[in-house]
């Protein structure tokens, strides 16, 4: 089985999500600095047309393959990936660890009454969860000294919610600063935790069809829903490359 499986040029380890937990527990305890991805096909499209966005992912210690896009593209190019990583549960994942090992989290991003709700969410499901502190995402993220603020919390873990490419910009200049601490863009996920967003039904999941979902509720993504007909489109060019090699 391979360690990395390099789609559209963005190598993502193959390891499920219960082995990316271990991974980062280990980090954690000998106190690493972690920059983590959970990338989907909207972002692997973004890095394609972005050379800047491509240089900072590939300074990542871990990018995890968050969603069936990734996993279908990986079969299709006879590399397969054992499984999709959603970042929602990577986090939550990350969350249930941080509570059983007394490690500190701190989460910046969304809005300020999303954040709020987000915290005390999380604390009344994980009520021994040590939180370093929180803070909405809209501050210039160019400020070094929110970042001196985080990291005077000594949080093991930051989770990052600006939606990309904002949050690994940060994230890097964040580790750049950090002693230690394993760093991760969750996107819109304080939206959900904070109960202001569903996530899609069981039967939604199951079905991989959460980007229909998606666009239902909000018609206004649908210019972001083109990223993955885009994927597809250059998957099949990779592996056309490929067979012809
Ligand atoms: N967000 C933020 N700061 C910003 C921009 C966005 O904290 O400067 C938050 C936003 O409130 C939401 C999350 O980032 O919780 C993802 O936002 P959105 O879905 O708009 O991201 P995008 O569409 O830009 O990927």
New binding site residues.
Partial sequence: MQNKITILGIPFDNMTRKEFLERLYERMNKKEKTFLVTANPEIVMYAHDNPDYYKLLMEADFIAPDGIGIVQASRKLQTPIKERVPGFELMLGLLELASLSNKRVYFI???ED?INLTVSNVSEKWPDLEIAGYH???FN?EDPQMIEKVKATRPDIVLV????P??EKWIKSYLAAADYGIAVGV??S??VLSGKTKRAPYLVQRFHIEWLYRLVKQPS?YK?MLALPYFIREVYRQNKKEETI
């Fill in positions: 991003g969304a809005k999303i909405h995402g809209y993220h919610a600006f939606g990309f904002r949050q996107g819109g304080f939206d993504r972001r």
